[in-house]
């Protein structure tokens, strides 16, 4: 995965995901807008087999780094509780 920031204020975070696909996006944006100050987090991807998916956070209170820590943060305790489910089968 390659993090590239396209642009970044105060209350806004642009950035591409070079290398995922909406399997890990949309886990990522759903993790996002559960995040407090978070009030817009989407993403696009323009072609579906050579596209690059382009996320845009924008918040209010909080900055979009720390917002996409804290997601981030979410989405990998979900990924150990699943791998944890997937081996005791």
Avoid at 58 to 86: M, N, S, W
């Amino acid at each position: 995965m390659e993090f590239k920031v396209l642009e970044e204020t105060k209350t806004r975070l642009s950035f591409q995901l070079k290398g995922e696909t909406h399997t890990f996006c949309n886990i990522l944006k759903e993790e996002l807008n559960k995040v407090s100050g978070v009030t817009i987090a989407t993403y696009k991807i323009d072609h579906p087999l050579i596209g690059i998916p382009e996320f845009c956070i924008e918040t209010k209170g909080t900055e979009p780094r720390k917002a996409l820590k804290e997601a981030l943060k979410a989405v990998k305790k979900k990924a150990e509780e699943f791998k944890k489910e997937i081996s005791s089968l």
